[in-house]
């Protein structure tokens, strides 16, 4: 496996393998890697010659206040892992090497950021749309493999794709769980064991919404009511959101018809969780 720090260095790199009419599998991360950026990097390789994982916490994503100091960044497990999982090169930028002292273009996505994560997080998906064009950029990928557990940071990424007519394939993986359901995620390792045992009504609320489509319910304000009522009686809970939306759109819906994406954000303890599912009735 080959490490590469330097933007030019891997964009030189990029250029060779195009030059040869290789194709490029891209995944990009934060790091922090678990079995569900691997099934990530399993969907790229199918589907290229290079498969390329980039590591960067990004720090123009995070809000004040929110973890980017505290993120966790094990260098040594990450690397073991992604040459484990054959990945060909490992793109591992600093930020001096992403953004310039004085960088002011963002890319700036105005209907899909707006609500779910987006209503609490202002700004948060203009630096991930910012991002994830830079490192498009500077890998230049023929595929991009994206989790759907981040759903409405997947829908924004198919809308910048779409409307800057940028010449990249996205992928959608499926969420990947822990054997009890909890969706695998970097930030689970700042959960207490009890807190733990909690992170579960996610995933079981979930379940539960989908028991209640099959039997028959489709009104969204009976459905979330429910839910919330669950929720209220999980100790260190507290609901961000319980949001039922067009899974195209985003837009809030108030039955359940088509393609609805059922999303959770959920506060267990300290630590902000998510989680969704597509209802199709």
Avoid: W
């Avoid at 953004?99 to 899909?112: C, G, K, N, R, W």
């Avoid at 940071?153 to 993986?173: A, F, K, T």
């Avoid at 039997?215 to 919330?228: F, Q, S």
Wanted: aromatic content about 6%; overall charge neutral; some cysteine.
């Amino acid at each position: 496996m080959e490490m590469i720090r330097s933007v030019r260095e891997m964009q030189q790199r990029a250029l060779e393998e195009r030059r040869k009419g290789r194709l490029i599998g891209f995944v990009p991360t934060m790091g922090c890697l678990h079995a569900g950026h691997l099934s990530l990097v399993k969907l790229a390789r199918a589907r290229a010659d290079l498969v390329v994982l980039s590591i960067f916490v990004n720090p123009i994503q995070f809000l004040p206040g929110e973890d980017f100091a505290c993120y966790p960044r094990p260098v040594e497990r990450d690397e073991a892992l992604c040459l484990a999982a054959g990945v060909d090169v490992l793109f591992y930028p600093d930020n001096d090497q992403m953004y310039a002292p004085d960088h002011s273009v963002v890319i700036q996505e105005t209907f899909l950021s707006q609500g779910l994560c987006g209503a609490s997080r202002p700004g948060h998906f203009n630096g991930v749309a910012t991002v994830v064009a830079k490192l498009f950029n500077i890998v230049m990928p023929d595929v991009a493999v994206f989790g759907q557990k981040d759903a409405q940071q997947l829908r924004v990424i198919h809308r910048m794709i779409r409307d800057l007519n940028v010449p990249v394939e996205i992928i959608s993986g499926p969420i990947v769980r822990e054997a009890d359901g909890l969706a695998m995620s970097s930030r689970n390792r700042y959960l207490t064991p009890a807190e733990r045992q909690d992170a579960l009504c996610l995933h079981r609320s979930l379940d539960y919404v989908e028991s209640r489509i099959r039997e028959g319910e489709r009104d969204v304000e009976t459905l979330r009511n429910e839910l919330a009522s669950r929720l209220a009686h999980v100790p260190s809970a507290r609901v961000e959101y319980i949001e039922f939306v067009n899974d195209e759109t985003l837009r809030p819906v108030a039955r359940v018809e088509g393609a609805v994406l059922v999303a959770l954000a959920i506060r267990i303890g300290t630590t902000r969780l998510i989680d969704n599912t597509v209802l199709r009735s």
